[in-house]
């Protein structure tokens, strides 16, 4: 005899259910960066931004994010003069909808870039360190054909 079959879910995802992640907690999503990583590229490690940069824009790329989607993000922060943690809650809270929005790697993006943007916001000396990260994602996004 067959061993029982696994109760199947029927129905729709219910509303604000977080989707499953693989991975040891704190890692990122897709393994592209963990916590101490961002953590290092935010305090100025250029290293580990372009580490970070390399692996996640190849990943987006593979996931079919469009350039504009990235840049949008990095043209508001190049507009910050200075350190304003207002804007960059903002700008988290425009992140969580494009990725609502459009999902796949648009929902990528915004798992490494909240908790940075979160951080950004509450110590202005991480806000190079973010336009660094985001610069290097861009550039490795563009670099591996992304358009």
Do not use: W
Not at 71 to 100: F, I, S, T, W
Not at 123 to 138: C, F, M, S
């Amino acid at each position: 005899m067959y061993p029982p079959k696994p109760p199947q879910r029927s129905g729709p995802p219910q509303r604000g259910a977080q989707p499953q992640r693989s991975g040891p907690p704190g890692a990122a999503p897709h393994s592209a960066a963990s916590e101490g990583d961002i953590e290092a590229a935010l305090r100025g490690n250029a290293s580990k931004a372009v580490e970070i940069g390399h692996r996640l824009g190849r990943s987006l790329k593979e996931q079919g994010l469009a350039s504009s989607q990235i840049r949008g993000v990095l043209d508001e922060l190049q507009r910050l003069q200075e350190h304003d943690p207002n804007a960059l809650q903002m700008l988290r809270a425009k992140l969580a909808y494009a990725a609502g929005r459009h999902g796949g790697g648009v929902r990528v993006l915004q798992g490494i870039l909240d908790p940075a943007l979160k951080k950004a916001a509450s110590n202005k000396a991480y806000l190079p360190g973010l336009k660094n990260l985001l610069e290097a994602i861009v550039s490795y996004h563009r670099f591996y054909g992304g358009k």
